[in-house]
Nanobody
Framework: QVQLVESGGGLVQAGGSLRLSCAAS????????MGWFRQAPGKEREFVAA????????YYTETVKGRFTMSRDNAKNTVYLQMNSLKPEDTAVYYC????????????WGQGTQVTVSS
């Protein structure tokens, strides 16, 4: 089992940057595929990015490609989401998630961190 704690959210102006972190408990962090999801007010939760157990080949939803970068540090049990060129439509609660499967479904979730982008 793994527990996830996100941090790094906040208020930023459009065009700015934020880096989210997700710290995981447990000694088997490297066994998990990790993902980032987000949920905007009144909308369904949506996939943002995911990264394999080794950190190779992260993939992204189309709306964030070229602006967001996901990475992981297995030695620190942490994944990151670097978000650049932020837009007001990126405003959402961002969740970190983990799965022992190669590509989901995700069975472990953090509590979320709020990201607000002002125009």
């Amino acid at each position: 089992q793994v527990q996830l704690v996100e941090s790094g959210g906040g208020l930023v102006q459009a065009g700015g940057s934020l880096r989210l972190s997700c710290a995981a408990s447990g000694r088997t962090f490297s066994y998990y595929t990790m993902g980032w999801f987000r949920q905007a007010p009144g909308k369904e939760r949506e996939f943002v990015a995911a990264i394999s157990r080794t950190g190779a080949n992260p993939y992204y939803t189309e709306t964030v490609k070229g602006r967001f970068t996901m990475s992981r540090d297995n030695a620190k049990n942490t994944v990151y989401l670097q978000m650049n060129s932020l837009k007001p439509e990126d405003t959402a609660v961002y969740y970190c998630a983990a799965t022992l499967k190669v590509a989901g479904p995700y069975g472990y979730w953090g509590q979320g961190t709020q990201v607000t982008v002002s125009s």
